[in-house]
Structures are given as structure tokens and as C-alpha cells.
């Protein structure tokens, strides 16, 4: 039977309980007013030593100030004191003209092209889709004439620039061809990157190439794939050495046909995180190397870190660039704008980031310093003279080896 107390005992632990809630609210208020007006006084000792450098400038410089320029120098010096390394200041113009490159969409006729000896036009590639593909101009071709302006060494880079222009607008192409002309009327359209290409080493493994991570990037990369299985690839090597921009969704994107279910990735805002990506159930079930080196960054380091994250994939090279937070573009008042970061990156399995430090690869292959790995066209690329690829090469016939003992144990057995 519960002992019973009296009334005076009672009000007295009331009591007792109020006064402890009121120490411990007074004690974290008057922490918490502490620190404010400890940085209350920290900004008035800084803007007053602002204004104490002012006056001086102002009465003893020997010169005009432009007060434009005087603003934008002290909101650069102001960011580059905070110890960000991607903190940077725009001005109204360097703001505009970031947000006109960030939208910018160019339509051409979708062809490279480079100058021959007679200063005319070589067609070098001619992108998928394109209206060129569409209107027979393959790879080989010269053209001789675009609109009015015949072509030499003179007008090759005014006519190139006609290449390119407004959407749904017509250029005019004279087109030579085994030595006869053919003039063609092909309308500019916005043109999709390929940043995805493809080669096969050794008839099985396949080579998969990243040169960006574009809004386009996941489609080419699903369409290479899914051609390389089905023409009976045994692993697929993906190359993204040099590769140091991108769009982080387009990545995760690229990660969740790869991977199985899952959180992908998560970024922690000081005391809290945020759950960023999220991989479903499908798998696609085939070995991955993944290429990295030191110019490997950002959104590269993403892509190859998460599927090693989700025992998809290994990794050939060297440690990577170790881009890995979260920046945030803030628009000022006068249309200028501060970017920040504002957060870190941490992948979800192993909960680990890689900013500052990088991703180390499983497999550590120098990168060669007596010559310049050229991946611009990767129909010359060699494994007796690139020792990643070499490397990236025996781990993926490793792997399908593996593969291979493990579906057919009994042929790896012995008797005793």
C-alpha cells in the first residue's frame, strides 16, 4: 500500500520542482543572451573597425574612390575571411551573367566540325538525332558554303558561328561530297550533349566513358548499359577521370539503376540532416570498375563513392579531389548574390563524406606523369600504355571470374 505524504510535503516538492525549472531556464537564458551579446559586441567592434579604416581612407588617400568597386572588394574580403573555400561574392553583372549560362540552351545544326588545307569546313562527328543526322550529313563531308559566305581560311570562324543560333531558325549548307555539291536547308534545334561514350576491350568488358553529368547524362548512360548487356558484356568499366562538374541529381539518378534499394545519399546541416537521395529496389546485376584520379570531383566522387557504397562497384586510380559539400547561391537586395556552403555530403550506408579528403580507391594506380592520358577521343586509348585502364581491366576479369566460381562451386572443389 502506497505510503501517504502530507500537504505540507507535497507543496514543498512543488515547490522545490519550480525552483529547479527556474534555475535551469534562467541559466540557459542567460547562456543564450551571452552568447548574443557576445556577438552583438563582435559586430559592433568590427563594423566600428570598418568604419575607423573608412574615415581614415577617406581623409587621408591621396585619390577618388569608386564606391561600386570599393563594395564589391569588401564583400569578396569579407567571404574569403570565412574559411570557405567555395564562398565567393557576384556582383549584379557576374550574377546575371550566371544565371543567363545556367539557362543558356544552344541550338545548332549538331555537327563538329575543324578546318581542312583549303580552309573549308571538315565534318568531324555528327551528334545522334541531330538535324544534320536527319538530313544525311555523316562524317567526312566538307562543307564549302554556308549561306552566303563561301569558305576559307578567312571566313571559316564567321561561318562556323552560323552553325549555332535560335531555335527553330534555318541555315543553309553546301555540302561536297566525293566531289559534288549538294545544297541543304537544315533548321537549328536545341542540341543534347552526349557525354556518354562507349568502347569494348577484350570483346567482353565494356568501356563507359563520362566526360559530364548533364540533364541529359542519365538517358545515355541507361541506353549504354542496357546496349552492353545485351550484347553480352561480362563487366563494365566506367571512366570518370577528369571529370569535375555535373548535376549531383543527375548522378544519384545514374546510381539508382545501378544499385539496389536504399537511402543514397544525405547532407548534414550542422545539427541536423537531410535526406537527399534514394535508390529503389531494382538492380542491374553486372560487375562495375570505376576509373577515378585526382581531377575526379564533386559529383564524379558521388557517383563512383555511392555505388562502391552499395557493393556495386570498385575503384582503380588515385585519391580523388575530395569535393564533397553542399553551396547555396543567396541573391542580395542590389541583385548581387553570395554563394555559401551550407552543408557536407555524407553517403548513407557507410556514413562517411569525402570533402577535403577524397575518395581512395580500392585499387591505387599512379597516374602517368610521363605522358597526358588524352580521353577527348577514346578510340585511342590503350591499356599497354594507360596502367588505370590496364588495372580496371584485371579487376573487372577478376570479378567475372569470381562470378563465375561461385555459380559453378563444384568445379572449384577438391577431394581429399
Known sequence: MGKKISLGTAVTLILIAIAITFTFTTVFSLRNFNEKVNSITERENMFSKFTEIDNNVRINHNGKIDEDV???????????????????????????AYLASIGNTVAGVGISVSMDTDGYMLVDSVYESSTAASAGIVSGDLIVKIDDINLSSDTFAQAEALLTGEAGTKVTLTVRRDNEDTEMEITRRVLTPTTVFTTVFNEIFHYIRISDFSESTPEQFSKAVETSISDGAAAL????????????SAAAEMVDKMAGEGDMLYVEYGDRTE??????????????????NENTAGTAEFFAASLRDFGKAKIVGVQTGGVGSLQEILKLSDGSAIQLTVGKYILANSNVGWEGTGVTPDHAVATPTDYVIDLSDITFLD????????????????????EESNENPEENSSEG
Open 70 to 96: 570599393l563594395m564589391d572588394s569588401v564583400a569578396k574580403g569579407y567571404l574569403s575571411g570565412i574559411n570557405d573555400p567555395y564562398a565567393k561574392y557576384m556582383n549584379p553583372k557576374e550574377y546575371a
Open 237 to 248: 568499366i566506367i571512366d570518370v577521370r577528369f571529370v569535375s562538374t555535373g548535376i549531383i
Open 275 to 292: 535526406t537527399l537521395f534514394v535508390s529503389n529496389a531494382r538492380e542491374t546485376d553486372i560487375p562495375l570498375v570505376i576509373i577515378t
Open 383 to 402: 591499356p599497354g600504355i594507360d596502367p588505370q585502364l590496364a588495372k580496371a581491366i584485371e579487376v573487372a576479369s577478376s570479378s567475372v571470374i569470381f
